[in-house]
């Protein structure tokens, strides 16, 4: 699954969450256009939505202006571990096999810029738990942070 897909599931999808996926390519113009065309069938009518789901032939400043315009031109640092938290549950949640899992947990623990909470994910650690095991902690206590919006909790 993809973790725009998850963060949609979750409920914890607005638009700064969006406007920081796309800037920091975890997401596409893609995923955000059926994002916005969903909205709008479900009778959101917002015009930058509108324009939103109609943008398949902006250029990318363009199309990303429109949606930090969405995102009220905020872009909040508190987002950026919501897509974590989503990337964490997309690899638990995979079909993978342990190696596969553990491969990209550490790209994630990189693309993520080193989270103290996550050191002990990393195959470079001190630490003698297993890295998974240490990732479902840190898919509890994300849970746990984002537990008044979440949906439902699936750890």
């Not at 079909?95 to 996550?118: G, R, T």
């Amino acid at each position: 699954m993809l973790p725009i897909k998850k963060l949609i599931e979750l409920g914890l999808l607005n638009w700064s969450v969006i406007a920081l996926g796309l800037k920091n390519n975890w997401t596409n113009k893609k995923n955000i256009i059926d994002y916005a065309v969903n909205l709008l069938e479900n009778g959101d009518n917002n015009i930058n939505i509108v324009s939103i789901a109609a943008g398949e032939y902006l250029d990318s400043h363009e199309f990303f202006s429109l949606v930090l315009t969405q995102a009220e031109n905020k872009l909040f640092d508190y987002d950026i571990d919501k897509w974590r938290l989503a990337f964490l549950l997309c690899i638990d949640e995979s079909n993978a096999n342990e190696q596969k899992k553990i491969d990209k947990l550490q790209e994630v623990y990189s693309q993520f810029n080193y989270p103290k909470d996550m050191y002990f994910c990393s195959i470079y650690s001190t630490g003698s738990s297993d890295p998974l095991l240490i990732m479902k902690q840190v898919i509890k206590d994300l849970n746990l942070r984002y537990q008044s919006e979440i949906i439902r909790v699936r750890v």
